[in-house]
């Protein structure tokens, strides 16, 4: 996966250094859309709540650092994409953090979208509610302790 993400960056970094332009960018269409989210088993919510609350504040506080600390989140984009091509790096990082929602809300409508697509290969995605598959307990319980808050107001 990771070798097709870094084809598709330095083909993209390519071709817009050669003069080419985006006939449609996806972030500025305002399609809905979920670029992440975290999915899994109600079963195993119901076994390990605790883990996965857990681990969803773990990704709150990545996607805190992706957002407050480009020069971090640069570094790791160069390990992990074996990337030292700073200029790539850069284009990376600018178009991918606009598609990134900062504190992981997923709304029924980008979920809507993704099963539109699905149902074209899979008929019985156009049975499923979005809102049936949302489960915002951990979101709202860190909206509600103030986590979010402390978490947003901490400088980097």
Same mark, same amino acid.
């Given at each position: 996966m990771k070798e097709v993400l870094k084809r598709v960056i330095l083909w993209a970094v390519k071709a817009l250094s050669a003069g080419f332009r985006y006939v449609v960018y996806g972030p500025d269409t305002r399609i809905p859309f979920t670029a992440t989210a975290l999915v899994t088993r109600r079963s195993l919510i119901a076994k390990r709540p605790q883990a996965v609350g857990q681990f969803v504040r773990a990704?709150?506080?990545?996607? &805190?650092? #992706?957002? @407050?600390?480009?020069?971090?989140?640069?570094?790791? *984009? !160069?390990?992990? /994409?074996?990337?030292?091509?700073? &200029?790539? #790096?850069? @284009?990376?990082?600018?178009?991918?953090?606009?598609? *990134? !929602?900062?504190? /992981?809300?997923?709304?029924?409508?980008?979920l809507q979208a993704i099963l539109d697509e699905i149902s074209l290969v899979a008929p019985r995605a156009q049975k499923v509610k979005p809102q049936d598959l949302i489960d915002r307990r951990y979101l709202d319980e860190m909206d509600k302790s103030g986590f979010f808050a402390k978490l947003w107001a901490e400088k980097r």
């Open positions: 990704m709150a506080e990545a996607a &805190k650092l #992706l957002h @407050a600390d480009k020069q971090f989140s640069m570094k790791v *984009l !160069e390990k992990h /994409l074996r990337l030292d091509d700073r &200029k790539i #790096l850069e @284009a990376a990082y600018n178009d991918e953090i606009r598609a *990134l !929602e900062p504190r /992981l809300a997923v709304g029924p409508e980008a």
